[in-house]
């Protein structure tokens, strides 16, 4: 049997070798872009994820923009946050949720309206980081035009960070994004009868 001193003999090589591959893999990673971030999938985390980057990034003084094309019926914490926030630039698209509104006219010129603030911000080289929060279904009712979200998020100041947010990302975001992260939903408690709690949920 494997004596404890040779134990943690095996353990201290194994993490040595871990250490030269992460070093390694860290010294070759020497390249700074803007990122454009998806965070996809129907699991819970996505939008508090974006919001977490947005944290992290005015917490260094970055100025960063949110434009929300979905908006909820809750007042979100993350709103309460940062739209009055100085180097916060805050958006909310004024409909609710397209089941709720069910005219689909009036959900694409809201669409149209919230894609403007969103161009006006990819097109500011002062802002470091942009996030559109749930843009994925409007791509998904086709509310915006596929060609046109593509174009402005390609042309961005090359230095800019952008996190989109939502279910079913379009292949072609896919496809541009550096990240994507697909989140997978295991169980949420919204199943088993728990209505949304503060904090947690908005
Ligand atoms: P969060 O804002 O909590 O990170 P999200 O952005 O990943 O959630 P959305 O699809 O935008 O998810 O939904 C927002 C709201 O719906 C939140 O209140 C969240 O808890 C809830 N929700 C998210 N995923 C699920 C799910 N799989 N089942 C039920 N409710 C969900
Ligand atoms: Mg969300």
């Known amino acids: 049997m494997e004596t404890s001193s040779e134990r943690n003999a095996r353990h201290k090589k194994a993490m040595q070798r871990k250490k030269e591959h992460v070093d390694q893999r860290i010294a070759a990673a020497t390249v700074d872009k803007g990122l454009l971030v998806v965070l996809t999938g129907n699991g819970k985390g996505k939008s508090s994820s974006a919001f977490g980057m947005l944290a992290r990034s005015v917490g260094h003084g970055l100025r960063c923009g949110v434009v929300q094309f979905i908006k909820g019926q809750w007042e979100c914490g993350e709103h309460l946050l940062f739209s009055e926030h100085p180097l916060v630039e805050f958006h909310v698209m004024n409909t609710g949720f397209t089941w709720e509104t069910q005219d689909r006219e009036a959900d694409i010129s809201a669409a149209v309206a919230t894609w403007a603030h969103a161009e006006t911000l990819l097109k500011n080289p002062d802002v470091k980081v942009v996030l559109l929060d749930e843009l994925t279904y409007m791509l998904t009712y086709g509310y915006l035009d596929a060609d046109r979200v593509i174009k402005a998020l390609g042309d961005r100041p090359a230095d800019q960070h952008v996190i989109i947010t ?36 908005y």
């Open 166 to 201: 939502g279910r079913n990302a379009n292949q072609r975001l896919i496809e541009l994004a550096d990240t994507v992260s697909d989140v997978t939903d295991v169980k949420h408690a919204f199943n088993a009868g728990v209505r949304v709690q503060k904090g947690i949920d």
